[in-house]
């Protein structure tokens, strides 16, 4: 039931290498400083974790090392953007960029129309052991709610790697949102890409699960586990919250009665706040469950312990799924 | 070497930039060009019945040192390439912002009587997409020197000639972002950047030693890496030579703090806390005019 012309590995459970998302941005990003010589790379003492430190070894002359300071770093940032056709793109963990900086992601960046782009690195439960402080499960919500913004959550590395290009390209404020963990890479090169279009990965007739970042993949071995148990489930990779692919959201929503959307990040205000706002009012009949953190701090553990408890691994997004169709 | 600022200024000397608007150097000239634009933004903010007169007025004679006697830019090309770059970090200012742009010619002087009307280019904080010639949104204190300083990073990679200056006050000096930006300014040698401080010890709850207390802050730069110039905030000819000055610093940024009356030239607005955030009504606005009228017998033949 996975649409082959996704070029996805296969079979989709079968053993493969296991990478960071954030390798992907950085592997993307010494690509564009290849090919462009107006892209920029920034970062505030965290070179080596968000992988800029691959485009500092080869273009020192447009990296900057900021220090601990993201107010600064999206500031400057936007100061550079200003001249000529340059694109810069800042990197820190997504509690501190876009969270310690909000402010200035807000006015110097949005306001502005700077064409800024922000990789939050360590996002959701995945970073593990740093504990609440440093888990990210907010960072969606608040850029998806600033004008001019994009916000984009990657599946894996090689779409996070797609995902930076294409932002590099696009115009204005992209956040990008990448996970410390290694995860599988089940999408490939050839795999489609398009800021804004959800990929249809699985078809499915009882339910749909909208996905995006580590849990598209979960969601995939979920949907062949609840196969088997007789649901048919659909899985769309929604990595573009913003803008959000409504028409897909519609279209689904005339195709089964139930929708799910499990993301790695506070159920409200990002990817099923997002759905939901899209569903609102349309009087589609089809129900939507979010699945998520739910409105609290998660702790400190092994990443896959942490997925397994908030249950955002493939056991626990169908035990959900099942729940959700009692 | 990509932060070897010598060079830059060995390209200045090679390829001077573009003269742009030619440049006024007679100081009677400047002050009825300040008077007048004092003028302006009694009657701007009257007109608007909303708004911040003190440092508006306080910062005429800065921006009339600026814009008429010291920066690089064309009022008719606002894109320029080689233009300075002009950054207003306490955009609550902009009115004066907006009425010395007028007076160079980017805008006709009688929009700016629409300040912070519906419709109106002239936002109530300034928007860089509505109006040519502003560089960046501000609002927010403590923005405008990070991005200042982003500008002057990247004409020092890149071998521009231009400068960029960064008008900022002495109140957002409570915001960290400052700290942040004037720390980085010194580590990567931004000598095309000068920063000039409204220095006029208000803010709106009250005078900025009770409020925060910011002194030493020629000490506090001078230990964070920056060269620094006191000035009389009034003196048109001392403010350029100052800028002048800083140019010639090349491996340091410049912080220009100066020593300014809020509400300057206007009796009843002069060291009065409360008209930072307020605006004139009827009578005020004839009191102000007037005065600034008596001023210009001053300035005859000039």
Same mark, same amino acid.
């Given at each position: ?22 390798? =992907? ?254 569903? !609102? ?25 942490? %997925? ?19 | 070497?990509?932060?070897?600022? *010598? ?45 911040? *007169?003190?440092? *508006? ?13 010291? %920066? ?65 949104? *501000? ?36 915001? =960290? ?15 095309? %950047? ?11 709850? =009250? ?80 009191? !102000? ?14």
């Amino acid at each position: 039931m996975i649409r082959k012309e996704m070029n996805l590995i296969s079979p989709i459970d079968a053993p493969q290498a296991k990478k960071p998302s954030r390798d =992907g941005f950085g592997k993307a990003l010494v690509e564009l400083g290849e090919a462009h010589p107006n892209i920029w790379a920034m970062t505030a003492d965290v070179s080596e974790s968000t992988r800029t430190h691959w485009f500092a070894e080869k273009f020192p002359e447009r990296f900057v090392q900021m220090g601990v300071a993201e107010q600064n770093l999206a500031g400057m940032a936007a100061g550079i953007a200003s001249c000529e056709d340059s694109v810069v793109f800042i990197s820190a963990y997504g509690v501190f960029n876009p969270g310690r900086n909000w402010d200035q992601v807000r006015v110097s960046l949005c306001y502005n129309e700077a064409n800024v782009k922000l990789h939050g690195s360590h996002t959701g439960i995945t970073v593990g052991p740093d504990g609440a402080s440093h888990q990210a499960l907010e960072d969606m919500a608040i850029t998806r709610v600033l004008p001019n913004m994009t916000v984009i959550a990657p599946a894996d590395a090689e779409e996070a790697r797609k995902a930076t290009i294409a932002a590099a390209a696009w115009k204005g404020p992209v956040y990008i949102r990448t996970c410390r963990e290694k995860m599988p890479v089940f999408t490939t090169a050839l795999t489609p890409f398009q800021i804004g279009k959800a990929n249809v990965y699985r078809d499915g007739k009882d339910a749909a699960i909208f996905a995006c970042g580590p849990q598209v993949y979960e969601s995939l071995i979920a949907a062949e586990q609840l196969e088997k148990e007789g649901i048919s489930c659909a899985v769309v990779d929604f990595h573009t919250i913003k803008p959000l692919d409504a028409e897909a959201v519609r279209e689904w929503a005339k195709k089964v009665k139930l929708i799910v959307s499990v993301e790695e990040h506070q159920i409200d205000c990002g990817l099923g706040g997002a759905i939901a706002e899209v569903l !609102a009012g349309e009087g589609s009949g089809c129900v939507l469950k979010r699945h998520g953190i739910k409105n609290r701090f998660c702790e400190s553990g092994e990443p896959f312990e942490l %997925l397994k408890k908030y249950g955002l691994d493939a056991a626990g997004i169908a035990e959900f799924v099942r729940e959700a169709r009692k | 070497m990509a932060d070897d600022g *010598s060079k830059q200024a060995l390209l200045e000397k090679v390829a001077p930039p573009a003269p742009g608007m030619p440049k006024i150097t007679d100081s009677k000239k400047l002050d009825r060009i300040a008077t007048d634009i004092r003028k302006s933004v009694v009657q701007m903010l009257h007109a608007a019945k909303s708004g911040h *007169s003190a440092g *508006s007025i306080g910062l005429a004679d800065i921006f009339t040192a600026l814009y008429f006697g010291m %920066l690089n830019h064309d009022p008719k090309n606002p894109e320029w390439p080689g233009r300075d770059r002009m950054v207003l970090s306490n955009g609550h200012v902009c009115p004066v912002m907006y009425a010395a742009m007028a007076e160079a010619g980017y805008f006709p002087k009688e929009e700016l009587l629409t300040l912070r009307k519906l419709g109106s280019r002239l936002q109530g904080h300034p928007h860089k997409g509505s109006l040519p010639g502003i560089e960046n949104s *501000s609002g927010p204190l403590g923005q405008g020197l990070s991005i200042a300083a982003g500008m002057a990073l990247f004409a020092k990679r890149k071998r521009k000639s231009w400068r960029v200056y960064c008008v900022c006050s002495d109140g957002e000096h409570n915001e =960290g972002q400052i700290w942040e930006a004037v720390m980085a300014a010194a580590k990567f040698k931004l000598g095309n %950047l000068t920063a000039i401080m409204d220095r006029n010890n208000i803010q709106i709850d =009250g005078y900025t030693e009770d409020v925060m207390p910011l002194e030493p802050l020629a000490e506090k730069y001078r230990a964070f890496g920056w060269n620094v110039i006191e000035v009389d905030g009034h003196n048109i000819s001392q403010i350029i030579k100052a800028c002048n000055e800083a140019k010639h610093v090349i491996e340091r940024p410049t912080m220009i703090i100066a020593h300014t009356v809020p509400g300057k030239a206007i009796s009843f607005m002069e060291f009065i806390t409360e008209w930072h955030g307020k605006s004139p009504g009827d009578k005020e606005k004839d009191q !102000a005019l007037a005065e600034l009228k008596e001023l210009e017998a001053g300035y005859e033949g000039a």
